[in-house]
């Protein structure tokens, strides 16, 4: 936990507040704050290219949450027993065979047969069978795809149907759905750690999770790990914080609102964290083995040990609805910001009216095409690509583009220019703290675990399974892909940028575009006030005078008209010739 907190303190608020604060001083989604320095667009391309990826395995994970909701609507959870057609003979589960499955002696015969399992030298329990070989059904290989898993296939679909219609009307709505999503998990995690702490065992479970492991403080994967979890549960580096803040009033006080959410985030991964270890320390007191061996991590962790340790509850099927209920809401939430980065991306980019009135259009057609790539993923193989997108796709790329943006800011605008545009949005200006962090701290410790990462690589495997090379350059190919947008697109803006000499063009490219700044034209003051020229406004007075005269000499002129008509008039009487002539007898 050592090293989640630094990476939070260090990292996670200061660029949390940093893209806040990007966004909403320019009201525009991760490609259109790049007006501040157009060279720097391919971070915001980068953006997209990680949101897309998150985007396409994240709501396969929804889906397989949604399989065990409905699956957990049962007087017996399915994954409770070894008798089922798909267990092997080293099945062995933590309920025994006599287990009374009715609701009304479900607590009596809780932990009868456990010994079995302590017996056998090598276990696999009737959850992992369930999920191996039932859900998954996974094949021996990433290459070998096998058949499509139709029920997983069909959860997809309810998933991405889910997520389009709580986005049908774009923020509106979402903002309507994410109150629900956002606050009932928290009940949900209170009452499962009030049923967690109260189990025998449980103690156990939770000392091993605050227990510091010392000699792991020096493994680069431990602090590679801490900074993706910062940036996955804050969201720092996919763009949605950028396109979420666009939509905030330009003086919201987005500085305590990064305050909240960031310490509100931490403390409920904490919270998670006693809910989960009460739960795996019951389940461990009664296998009569460490803590260490029943826990797990990734997918194993929440459909794996989590729903064997539901079995050992009375009412398991209740609690299992919760926690799998649970799971969907948090994932939900995500996806929301995931697919609404995307969605208003593309509008901000094309731009065209007929865009902007049918953003809908858009947004389901986002949702086909991420439906369809994730296709694959309900494969017989598609656990394989899932743990290699996630391991690959979106973990050291987050840091690089975090790590980009911050030097774009603050050294290629200018970290005085941007202090100035937050005093200017918010009123005062960023604390000494996070001023440093942006400048120096977060850039420095993000190169430092990205460095290290590196040379500590280890390829990742999936149990026993040994990843081939080939499906390694893959992933590594997933994962330049969106850092390659950065340098691609820098040297294409550089190529059109005028200029007689290669560094006049790197200054034009690295130039603020002069639409930079706030949106609305009420909140362009100071430096961002419409410019008028000094002559055009000393010449206004003159021309006002001129125009003055002009009109003047034509109403003495209307009037001269007007007189002559008059004497015209008179002439014809006699008096023009008297006028004229003053001496009649002449």
């Known amino acids: 936990m050592l090293p989640y907190f630094i990476m939070l303190v260090f990292c996670g608020i200061p660029l949390f507040f940093l893209e806040l604060s990007f966004g909403q001083f320019a009201s525009l989604g991760c490609l259109g704050v790049w007006k501040i320095s157009p060279m720097f667009k391919g971070v915001g391309y980068g953006m997209m290219v990680v949101s897309t990826y998150i985007g396409i395995y994240y709501n396969v994970v929804i889906c397989i949450a949604f399989y065990y909701f409905f699956m957990s609507m049962t007087n017996l959870l399915p994954w409770t027993y070894c008798n089922n057609p798909w267990n092997t003979p080293d099945c062995s589960g933590v309920v025994g065979s006599q287990f009374n499955a009715s609701l009304a002696n479900a607590t009596s015969s809780m932990v009868s ?42 959860c997809l679909a309810v998933s991405w149907c889910v997520v389009f219609l709580c986005l049908i009307r774009g923020v509106k709505s979402s903002g309507k759905v994410v109150y629900f999503t956002a606050t009932f998990p928290y009940v ?93 320390g019951f389940m461990a007191h009664h296998l009569n083995v460490p803590v260490s061996e029943v826990a797990d991590h990734g997918p194993g962790l929440a459909f794996v040990a989590y729903p064997e340790a539901l079995t050992l509850l009375p009412i398991s099927p209740l609690w299992s609805l919760l926690f799998f209920f649970m799971l969907i809401l948090l994932g939900l939430g995500t996806q929301f910001c995931l697919l609404e980065t995307l969605v208003t991306a593309i509008v901000d980019e094309i731009g065209t009216d007929w865009i902007i009135r049918n953003k809908t259009i858009v947004t389901l057609s986002v949702a086909i095409v991420g439906f369809l790539l994730g296709v694959p993923l309900t494969t017989q193989a598609g656990i394989y690509w899932l743990l290699l997108m996630d391991n690959y796709a979106a973990s050291f790329s987050l840091v690089i583009i975090s790590c980009i943006m911050c030097i ?58 040994v990843y081939p090379s080939w499906s390694l350059a893959i992933g590594f190919a997933m994962a330049l892909s969106s850092v390659i947008c950065i340098p691609i697109y820098a040297f294409y803006k550089i190529s059109k940028s005028p200029g007689a000499t290669f560094r006049e063009r790197l200054k034009a490219a690295c130039r603020a575009h002069p639409k930079w700044g706030p949106a609305l034209q009420e909140h362009r003051t100071g430096r961002y006030a419409p410019m008028v020229p000094e002559d055009t406004v000393e010449a206004r007075p003159l021309q006002e005078k001129e125009e003055m005269k002009e009109e003047n000499k034509e109403k003495e002129e209307e009037m001269e008209r007007k007189d002559e008509i008059s004497l015209t008039i008179q002439g014809s009487n006699g008096s023009t010739n008297t006028h004229n002539n003053p001496n009649p007898s002449a």
Request: glycine content about 8%; proline content about 4%.
């Open 113 to 154: 047969g456990v010994s079995e399992a302590v017996n056998r030298t090598k276990r696999t329990s009737p959850s992992e069978e369930y999920w191996k070989h039932y859900v998954l059904d996974v094949s021996d290989d990433i290459g070998n795809f096998g058949e499509v898993r139709l029920p997983i296939l069909g």
């Open 188 to 280: 949900v995690l209170t009452i499962l750690f009030i049923r967690g702490i109260t189990l025998d065992g449980a103690i156990n479970g939770i000392k091993y999770y605050l227990t510091p492991q010392w000699q792991k403080v020096l493994d680069a994967k431990v602090w590679g790990d801490a900074a993706s979890q910062i940036f996955y549960s804050l969201g720092c580096a996919w763009g949605g914080l950028i396109t979420m803040a666009s939509y905030n009033k330009f003086h919201n006080n987005c500085f305590r609102d990064s305050i909240i959410i960031s310490i509100t985030n931490c403390a409920t991964s904490v919270y998670a964290g006693f809910v989960i270890f009460s739960i795996l």
């Open 408 to 465: 774009c800011i603050m050294h290629v605008y200018g970290h005085s220019n941007y202090f100035k545009d937050v005093e200017m949005m918010l009123g005062f200006p960023p604390p000494l703290f996070f001023k440093v962090c942006w400048r120096f701290i977060s850039p420095i410790i993000i190169s430092f675990i990205l460095i290290f990462t590196v040379i500590q690589y280890k390829p990742i495997t999936y149990n026993d399974y």
